[in-house]
């Protein structure tokens, strides 16, 4: 399914999801006047433009209040020529304005707007930065793969299993895969220990394996490309060797698609993918019948749908290379990341701030009341 239907638009969860997830889901008539609060975190990737816009809920969570998805493939064509293409920032400055509109509506206290990998390799990235300050007034900000997956592993932090001794999280975007690994303390903290940003998106897997037949998807290409691609990283874990401590989160569209096509969702339901775990052999069957299917066939599959059709099989084909290394009998599956992390450190940040403010108004209030 296209990334417009992904939109965050408030809604009530399911269950415990409030506690689980750090979002929460406030009715519609919810005062957006108080400024102060409300923080925003938009990422600009290779394929897909995410806006998150919350309300701090004064404790450890935030409140969903505004967000937007859509996909505009910004790297379309990025590993021929080198260059963002001018139809592809036509595209993305189109959703970055309406991005800008919402944080303005907002009235938004802090935010912080990132690119990520396009932007990174392509010769005009730092001229694009430019024109979308221009055209929209967003400030972008060019992050490397190493904050990326950083970002990404604070933002799924609550979904770390507190009984794994290391967390493996994957996220498979247009245009690089981030991987990361997060080892528990002493303390019970987790630490993240190794991280690697490799070039391994799924429009750049899809652009140099997929033929032009309907059937032509290049998997055995995509697997083949991944596996040597993601061998430095695996090779430094060499002393993780018990599946049964490990745990493996996905968070990108790929994994959260494989999991409502295993669901057999009728439409995509974050509040159902997200935090749920899907078993190995689910997805490893699941897989085997997308690879099975035209590409005209996987855009009617309604959790798929045509924007995401030609590019899902690489995506899989990440996946698989990963699976095929680290065994586990299932698989986290995480509707967040990036911008979380955005969110939670701005958050904490400022928190942090508050705290020493009080902190140095409790002083001066005992040093005046002791003369």
């Avoid at 991005?99 to 001229?127: L, Q, Y």
């Avoid at 990283?233 to 060499?238: E, I, L, T, Y």
């Avoid at 009080?358 to 009341?369: D, M």
């Amino acid at each position: 399914m296209s990334d417009e239907s992904r939109s965050e638009s408030p809604q009530a969860p399911k269950g415990d999801k409030k506690a689980k997830t750090g979002r929460k889901y406030p009715p519609r008539h919810h005062n957006r006047n108080r400024k102060g609060r409300f923080y925003a975190a938009l990422d600009l990737g290779t394929n897909n433009c995410r806006l998150l816009i919350v309300e701090h809920d004064g404790n450890d969570g935030f409140l969903v209040r505004d967000g937007f998805s859509r996909i505009v493939r910004l790297g379309e064509g990025l590993d021929r020529a080198g260059r963002l293409s001018e139809n592809a920032m036509e595209r993305t400055i189109s959703a970055l304005r309406i991005c800008a509109s919402k944080i303005r509506r907002a009235s938004v206290s802090r935010m912080r707007c990132v690119a990520t990998e396009a932007c990174r390799d392509a010769d005009n990235g730092p001229e694009f930065i430019k024109r979308v300050k221009r055209e929209t007034g967003l400030d972008l900000e060019i992050i490397d793969g190493k904050a990326e997956a950083e970002l990404a592993a604070i933002g799924c932090g609550s979904l770390f299993n507190a009984e794994a001794e290391d967390i493996i999280l994957f996220d498979i975007g247009g245009g690089s895969t981030e991987v990361s690994r997060s080892t528990r303390q002493e303390n019970g903290f987790f630490r993240l220990t190794d991280s690697a940003s490799l070039p391994l998106g799924v429009v750049r897997l899809a652009e140099r394996h997929a033929g032009e037949g309907p059937y032509e998807h290049g998997y055995e290409g995509m697997l083949a490309e991944s596996e040597e691609r993601l061998k430095d990283f695996m090779d430094r874990q060499h002393d993780i060797t018990d599946m049964s401590k490990v745990q493996i989160i996905g968070t990108s569209g790929t994994v959260t698609t494989l999991a409502a096509v295993q669901l057999g969702l009728g439409k995509y339901d974050r509040n159902v993918v997200d935090g749920c775990t899907v078993s190995s052999r689910d997805i490893t069957r699941v897989i085997g019948d997308l690879r099975r299917l035209s590409r005209d066939e996987l855009a009617q599959n309604p959790c798929i749908g045509k924007q995401r059709a030609d590019l899902v099989l690489a995506g899989c084909a990440v996946l698989e290379a990963i699976y095929n290394r680290w065994p586990v009998p299932q698989f986290s599956v995480a509707d967040r990341g990036l911008r979380e992390g955005l969110l939670m450190r701005m958050i904490n940040k400022d928190r942090r701030r508050r705290h020493r403010g009080g902190r140095r108004r409790s002083g001066n209030k005992g040093a005046l009341n002791g003369r």
